[in-house]
């Protein structure tokens, strides 16, 4: 399965923004799709999860309240809209798939840019 983001940009602090992943190919076995996010200098952080079938969806701390995640099955495509951006969350975002519930994240897209700043 491939993966492609799309959706960042600049975006002024307290903003919003949406971003989308849509997959391609191979898309069934899917356990859970995830966007993750990486700062310059910074390690890969977990950013939002949902399951696939059941739409369970899991947070980082730093986003609850702030970001929702959602996805379309019909489209193979999963959601972050991200509202009340700080610069803070300026990072390439990257989304995952979670081909079962005992393995990692992979088939990573090439990520998406987001800045915030004023």
């Known amino acids: 399965v491939q993966l492609v983001e799309s959706g960042g940009g600049l975006v002024q602090p307290g903003g919003s923004l949406r971003l989308s992943c849509t997959a391609s190919g191979r898309t069934f076995g899917t356990y859970a799709m995830g966007w993750f996010r990486q700062a310059p200098g910074k390690e890969r952080e977990f950013v939002a999860q949902i399951t696939w079938i059941h739409g369970k969806t899991d947070y980082a701390d730093s986003v609850k309240g702030r970001f929702t995640i959602s996805r379309d099955s019909a489209k193979n495509t999963m959601y972050l809209q991200m509202n009340s951006l700080n610069p803070e969350d300026t990072a390439v975002y990257y989304c995952?798939?979670?081909?079962?519930?005992?393995?990692?994240?992979?088939?990573w897209g090439q990520g998406t840019q987001v800045t915030v700043a004023s």
């Open positions: 995952g798939k979670k081909p079962s519930l005992g393995s990692g994240y992979g088939n």
